[in-house]
């Protein structure tokens, strides 16, 4: 085993477990932040005066439509699935998860975008594998 062989094992026992390194740590400290982040935003606008309540709500589904770009950053970067560490095409599929918390607060555009997503990363993992199927024909 040489040692380029030795770091991906390592690499792909670290994304499995836990957070991860590199990417995958990202994408999943960005779903640990910001998919419950909304029970401080629901307490705070309990909270605040009704003036400011939309406000804050406001700048929590600002913070939803960064999570979802982050996302979309990521997939940009990695876009191929033999090109991405391991675990990665799962990982970004989870970003389906800020659906709930868009649920939650009415937000349309986080309830269409982040299933849309999942969908998303689900469709185009199922094409390149049926590509690579074809392909090696």
């Known amino acids: 085993m040489d040692l380029y062989s030795a770091q991906r094992i390592v690499e792909a026992e670290a994304a ?9 740590r990202r994408l ?12 401080p935003v629901l307490a705070i606008m309990i909270l ?3 003036s ?4 804050v709500l406001h700048v929590y589904e600002a913070g939803i439509v960064g999570c ?5 950053w990521v997939f940009a970067k990695y876009p191929r699935h033999a090109g991405r ?3 990665l095409t799962r990982d970004l599929a ?19 975008a982040a ?19 074809y392909a090696h024909r």
Do not use: C, Q
């Not at 779903?31 to 029970?39: A, D, N, R, S, V």
């Not at 400011?52 to 406000?55: A, E, S, Y």
């Not at 979802?68 to 979309?72: D, E, G, K, N, R």
């Open 115 to 133: 299933p849309a997503w999942a969908l998303f990363v689900g469709i185009a993992y199922a094409v390149e594998l049926t590509r690579e199927h």
């Open 68 to 72: 979802l770009l982050h996302y979309v």
């Open 85 to 87: 560490p391991p675990y």
């Open 28 to 39: 999943r400290l960005t779903l640990i932040i910001g998919m419950p982040l909304f029970l």
């Open 48 to 50: 605040v005066p009704k």
């Open 94 to 112: 989870m970003g389906g998860g800020f659906f709930l918390p868009s649920l939650f607060f009415g937000f349309w555009l986080g309830m269409i």
């Open 16 to 24: 499995r477990t836990g957070l991860g390194t590199g990417p995958n």
């Open 52 to 55: 400011l309540m939309n406000d």
